[in-house]
Nanobody
């Protein structure tokens, strides 16, 4: 089992920044890919960014150039630096981890960007 706990969400004005963290704990040998997803009210959950354990990254077009995903494998922690935030970035942000063939999810952290 893998437990994921997100932190760092909050309320910020448009143009501001936030940094999300996701700490993984539990019984596992290695975490493969990790990623951030978000879900806005009335919309489906969508990929924001993901990263392999070797550091290869992938971003949604809507966040390219503004968000940066990173991970610290020694600490089993995932990060998302979000700059130049826009109201459309508002939503619940979920951490995802792939261990073996299983997907694990955090409980989510709310990000609200006011205009």
């Amino acid at each position: 089992q893998v437990q994921l706990v997100e932190s760092g969400g909050g309320l910020v004005q448009a143009g501001g920044s936030l940094r999300l963290s996701c700490a993984a704990s539990g019984r596992f040998f290695v975490i493969n890919a990790m990623g951030w997803y978000r879900q806005a009210p009335g919309k489906q959950r969508e990929l924001v960014a993901d990263i392999t354990r070797f550091g290869s990254t992938n971003y949604a077009d809507s966040v390219k150039g503004r968000f940066t995903i990173s991970r610290d494998n020694a600490k089993n922690t995932l990060y998302l630096q979000m700059n130049s935030l826009k109201p459309e970035d508002t939503g619940v942000y979920y951490c995802n981890a792939v261990v073996g063939e299983k997907n694990y999810w955090g409980q989510g952290t709310q990000v609200t960007v006011s205009s």
